[in-house]
């Protein structure tokens, strides 16, 4: 028997996945004068990211710790104009994220090490519960040479 998973059917065939979203960046010092660098990313889901009736799908919320560390090398220029990627993203799920309902993602860089770049992310849910937590390591790409 074959399972007919309600994320990618739903989201492919129309619009009630992501239905509004937000970036926004704090890019500040701290009191040592060390770059503290947060990003959150207000999102706005309806029932086409639900994997179960009712419940975002788990590969869904991967996509959005992705996005939104991501999203926080590139708006703050760490990546040196070369790019990053992806080179490892743990997930841990604490509790069901609803939909439809509203979310915040929240990123912030934990340390740098060389080419590679920390980042812990969290996924918020509207009663101030969190849902899913992350810890991201990108790596940025070494320039091209002839």
Known sequence: MSHQNPLFNKTVTHNDGLKKQLYLLRDELDAQGA????????????????????????????????????????????????????????????????????????????????????VDASIVDMQGDTCTTAEAIFVQKRPETL
Do not use: C, W
């Open 35 to 118: 770059p503290d660098r947060e990003g959150y990313l207000l999102l706005e889901l309806g029932g086409g990211v639900a994997g179960q009736d009712g419940i975002a799908h788990g590969g869904f919320l991967s996509i959005v710790m992705d996005q939104v560390t991501g999203t926080l090398i590139g708006l703050t220029g760490l990546e040196g104009g070369l790019g990053m990627y992806t080179v490892a993203l743990n997930l841990s799920y604490h509790k069901p994220v609803f939909v439809p309902s509203v979310i915040i993602a929240t990123a912030k860089i934990s340390r740098i090490e060389r080419r590679r770049i920390h």
